[in-house]
Nanobody
Framework: QLQLVESGGGLVQPGGSLRLSCAASGFTLDYYAIGWFRQAPGKEREGVSCMSSSVGSTYYADSVKGRFTISRDNAKNTVYLQMNSLKPEDTAVYYC???????????????????WGQGTQVTVSS
């Protein structure tokens, strides 16, 4: 059974850092595009970053460029989102998601993604 489990969220002060993890089971993550999304209260879920399969092309939303980094550890079948210089507007529930088309190119839109984790809360506040 394909499963994604996020972890690493929490409360952090503005300017701080967090690293989110997305552990996959039931499939080999390297073969699929994976995305990180977030949803703040009262707002639509938005794409934050994504990584295409194998070749590993990465994309970032303008709001996080230069601050967030997506990476993949194939040995652990896990994808990470390193978040630095966090701002209060980064507060949201963060989700990872997988597009189940083999060797696909990632996009920062929700539609292609078929499997979602349960989410992890990130709160940036002093």
């Amino acid at each position: 059974q394909l499963q994604l489990v996020e972890s690493g969220g929490g409360l952090v002060q503005p300017g701080g850092s967090l690293r989110l993890s997305c552990a996959a089971s039931g499939f080999t993550l390297d073969y699929y595009a994976i995305g990180w999304f977030r949803q703040a209260p009262g707002k639509e879920r938005e794409g934050v970053s994504c990584m295409s399969s194998s070749v590993g092309s990465t994309y970032y939303a303008d709001s996080v460029k230069g601050r967030f980094t997506i990476s993949r550890d194939n040995a652990k079948n896990t994808v990470y989102l390193q978040m630095n210089s966090l701002k209060p507007e980064d507060t949201a529930v963060y989700y990872c998601a997988v597009d189940n088309i083999l060797f696909s190119k990632c996009v920062l839109e929700k539609d292609p993604y078929d499997y979602w984790g349960q989410g992890t809360q990130v709160t940036v506040s002093s």
